[in-house]
């Protein structure tokens, strides 16, 4: 089983940036892939992005491409989610979650982090 850990969240200012983390422990070999979700108020959770754990390839969802970007360091068995150019509606509780799929469906991912609170302001 895959623990994760994420830190990093907080306020920002519209146009501002923050950097969140997302530490993994336990059986990482078993995840090839690192994503990252968000959930509004009183919205569904909706993909954010994932990075392939051994090539580094990524996939980001339309509302974040050229704004979000996901890097890993193998060593430390940590991914990161670079967001630049905060809108308020990046607003929202942000996952880093594990899979074996190179997929964007929730349900497919196995393990998941407790959240961190990401707030951006107008």
């Known amino acids: 089983q895959v623990q994760l850990v994420e830190s990093g969240g907080g306020l920002a200012q519209a146009g501002g940036s923050l950097r969140l983390s997302c530490a993994a422990s336990?059986?990482?070999?078993?995840?090839?892939?690192m994503g990252w979700f968000r959930q509004a108020p009183g919205k569904e959770r909706e993909f954010v992005g994932y990075i392939n754990w051994t090539g580094g390839g990524t996939r980001y969802d339309d509302s974040v491409k050229g704004r979000f970007t996901i890097s890993r360091d193998n060593a430390k068995n940590t991914v990161y989610l670079q967001m630049n150019s905060l809108k308020p509606e990046d607003t929202a509780v942000y996952y880093c979650?594990?899979?074996?799929?190179?997929?964007?469906?929730?349900?497919?991912?196995?393990?998941w982090g407790q959240g961190t609170q990401v707030t951006v302001s107008s």
């Open positions: 979650a594990a899979s074996k799929y190179f997929t964007t469906t929730s349900y497919l991912y196995d393990a």
């Open positions: 336990g059986r990482t070999l078993s995840s090839n892939v």
